[in-house]
């Protein structure tokens, strides 16, 4: 569900959706421009609202670790363009690595969709 959720392109109708995205793309990336994008975010929406999209965002980073914790394979797109992170860390020493196919070639994000890309999230 959240693959085809993923793949939907088009306008949504949500109010601030742009200024949402941006939030979603500068918490997930961990870039310098959090802080900005987060007063920006909190100023348009306010308090109340501000709190709710932050909390949305901490729910699916539990449900993230979550997953990771019970030892779902890694799909191939993450396995491709992890390969330096898992090292460092140290992931592929876990039990769970025996659930991932691990015999990917290592290549960016954007082969596997060319919408993707490194920048932030464009208005539309």
Same mark, same amino acid.
């Given at each position: 569900?959240?693959?085809a959720s993923s793949a939907e392109k088009g306008s949504t109708d949500i109010d601030r959706e742009h200024e949402l %995205?941006?939030? !979603? #793309?500068?918490? !997930? %990336?961990?870039? #310098?421009?959090?802080?900005?994008?987060? !007063?920006?975010? %909190?100023?348009?929406?306010?308090?109340?609202?501000?709190?709710?999209?932050?909390?949305?965002?901490?729910?699916?980073?539990?449900?993230? %670790?979550?997953? /990771?914790?019970?030892?779902?394979?890694? #799909?191939?797109?993450?396995?491709?363009?992890?390969? /330096?992170?898992r090292d460092e860390l140290g992931i592929n020493a876990y039990a769970g690595v025996e659930n991932t196919d691990l /015999?990917? /070639?290592?290549?960016?994000?954007? #082969?596997?969709?060319?919408?993707?890309?490194?920048?932030?999230?464009?208005?539309?």
């Amino acid at each position: 569900m959240l693959r085809a959720s993923s793949a939907e392109k088009g306008s949504t109708d949500i109010d601030r959706e742009h200024e949402l %995205r941006a939030f !979603a #793309d500068a918490l !997930a %990336r961990g870039a #310098d421009t959090l802080p900005t994008v987060r !007063a920006r975010l %909190r100023a348009l929406v306010g308090d109340d609202a501000f709190i709710e999209a932050a909390a949305v965002a901490a729910a699916f980073h539990g449900y993230v %670790r979550v997953a /990771d914790g019970t030892g779902i394979p890694v #799909d191939e797109l993450v396995v491709a363009t992890s390969a /330096d992170l898992r090292d460092e860390l140290g992931i592929n020493a876990y039990a769970g690595v025996e659930n991932t196919d691990l /015999d990917v /070639d290592v290549r960016p994000f954007q #082969d596997f969709d060319p919408s993707l890309h490194s920048g932030p999230i464009p208005p539309g």
